[in-house]
């Protein structure tokens, strides 16, 4: 038996046909294609799945898709604008906060909320509201630094703060790589 | 990939419609809350209800606020549907109770503090749940309302044991009820928890509520005596989540530290653990003991600065 759902996702409404024990995360990634919500644990432990139900990040493996007919839903998709990478993107890019990406689109998308609501969060505060979320690889401590940056860079500022050598990163190299220098002649 | 049975899906409207579904479905159909504790049962295929009823349409039961007012103590209600992360971010319920903010800190995360609901966490009746542990030790009450009308049941008889209530298969828990402490006295409450990790269930905790007032004939410099306590337990087997004879051990005594420890020692013997992948049962008492012990503790500090 299915039911005919409608479901406003980034903006957009969507309508299918799906079964009530459809889960939200399958929704979106198999029946939408936004395949950037992840699917990790399945059991609420992860996070890598949240999303935003009508503006509040919730863990899409445990809300079924009928429970969202109606409703809005944001994904790690609705985040860049035409104007570019929303500042908690850019953040990931400026302070490694990723190295396999798996948990970034949960990370990004309670990090955005937590900006939302909190837009200058202490470091424990920051701490606080991923504590719901696993890294296995970066660990935490360039995830924390990226929601940082983004206190920091709020929208708008993003283009011409990129641009600025990379600074307060002693992990990354400040001189150009021989690699480096070869991208640079063959883009020449 | 983890699946759900199949099932029907309808959606309440108002408690009156969730009422009608429930008659219409029958007992195998299951409220559907947060549902954060029945959807991954679900999926593990540990429960298969043949229908479940979403009630999150019913912001009418999302509420926490004082009632009553004037000389006699008034009551803390707190809607069903009021989601873990509104309990916590509450300034009133912290206010009066801050064993709610206590427990709230430590139940899940921050993102499934979202969507649980108090409501749901009672009625799922979990062993080990904290929120059990927590209305118990205030002796709070449930209302519950079915086809026959509106009841209220004291929540220390609300659970029958294991995942069961006394909320009928056509009922629905719709508010908690906690008494405000008579003015004039001293009150606190705390909760202490062990998780083996960030937001686990408890492998054990102990919440204390302790009302204090001074005996007229007791010398100044006396401590205060226990008016009334209440402990709850959670995740050791405590019926009804109480440690009911350490509360009588208090009862009228001095609030000291050597009464507290007593105290601890009685609850840690009348508790009922299992062993499982959390412990054994002996950590299991020596914890239900010691975490008693440290929320009489915090609760009698509390107490004595809302005295100050």
Redesign the interface.
């Known amino acids: 038996?299915t039911?005919r759902i409608t479901v406003t996702v980034n903006g957009v409404e969507q309508t299918r046909e799906v079964?009530?024990?459809l889960?939200l995360t399958h929704f979106l990634r198999d029946e939408l294609g936004l395949t950037g919500t992840h699917w990790g644990c399945?059991?609420?432990?992860c996070?890598t799945c949240?999303v935003w139900l009508e503006g509040?990040?919730?863990?899409s493996c445990?809300?079924?898709a009928?429970?969202a007919?109606g409703r809005s839903v944001r994904t790690v998709e609705g985040l860049e604008t035409d104007a570019g990478l929303d500042p908690v993107q850019q953040g990931f890019v400026e302070c490694h906060g990723l190295q396999c990406g798996f948990c970034t689109p949960g990370m990004l998308m309670?990090a955005r909320w937590l900006l939302d609501h909190n837009p200058d969060p202490s470091e424990q505060e920051i701490r606080?509201?991923i504590?719901?979320?696993l890294c296995r690889c970066t660990g935490y401590e360039n995830i924390v630094r990226a929601i940082r940056w983004a206190a920091e860079h709020p929208a708008g500022s993003v283009t011409a703060e990129s641009a600025e050598p990379a600074a307060e990163q002693p992990t990354v190299p400040a001189q150009a790589t021989p690699a480096d220098a070869a991208v640079e002649e063959v883009r020449a | 990939m983890q699946v759900p049975a199949p099932f029907a899906y309808a959606r309440a409207s108002s408690v009156d419609h969730a009422l009608d579904l429930l008659a219409q479905y029958g007992p195998e159909a299951r409220v559907l809350a947060g549902g954060h504790s029945l959807i991954p049962m679900m999926k593990l295929r540990l429960a298969a209800p043949e229908a479940l009823i979403d009630i999150n349409d019913l912001t009418d039961l999302s509420y926490i606020r004082v009632e009553g007012d004037g000389p006699a103590a008034g009551v803390l209600a707190i809607g069903a549907m009021t989601r873990h992360a509104e309990l916590l971010a509450s300034t009133v319920a912290g206010q009066h109770f801050p064993i709610f903010h206590d427990a709230e800190r430590v139940i899940a995360d921050p993102i499934v503090r979202n969507r649980g609901t108090v409501g749901g966490s009672l009625c799922q009746a979990d062993p080990s749940e904290d929120l059990a542990a927590v209305f118990a030790a205030l002796r709070a009450s449930a209302v519950i309302r079915g086809p026959a009308g509106t009841r209220t049941v004291p929540i220390r008889e609300f659970h029958r044991g294991p995942y069961e209530t006394v909320v009928g298969p056509d009922e629905l828990l719709i508010e908690l009820r906690v008494p405000l402490p008579p003015p004039g006295e001293a009150s606190g409450s705390a909760y202490e928890k062990v998780e083996r990790r960030a937001g686990d269930w408890p492998v054990a905790a102990a919440g204390a509520v302790l009302r204090l007032a001074r005996d007229p004939g007791d010398p100044p410099d006396a401590p205060p005596r226990v008016v009334e306590a209440g402990i709850g337990l959670t995740a050791v087997g405590a019926a009804h989540y109480v440690a009911a004879q350490a509360e009588e051990f208090l009862r009228g005594k001095p609030a000291t530290e050597e009464h507290f420890v007593e105290a601890g020692q009685i609850a840690s013997a009348e508790c009922n653990p299992s062993a499982d992948q959390r412990g054994p049962v002996d950590y299991k008492r020596h914890l239900a003991g010691e975490l008693t012990v440290r929320a009489l503790r915090r609760a009698a500090a509390r107490a004595r600065e809302v005295a100050a």
């Open positions: 038996m039911m079964e009530p024990r889960l399945d059991t609420s432990n996070g949240v509040t990040p919730v863990k445990t809300v079924l009928v429970q007919d309670t606080e509201a504590s719901g979320q």
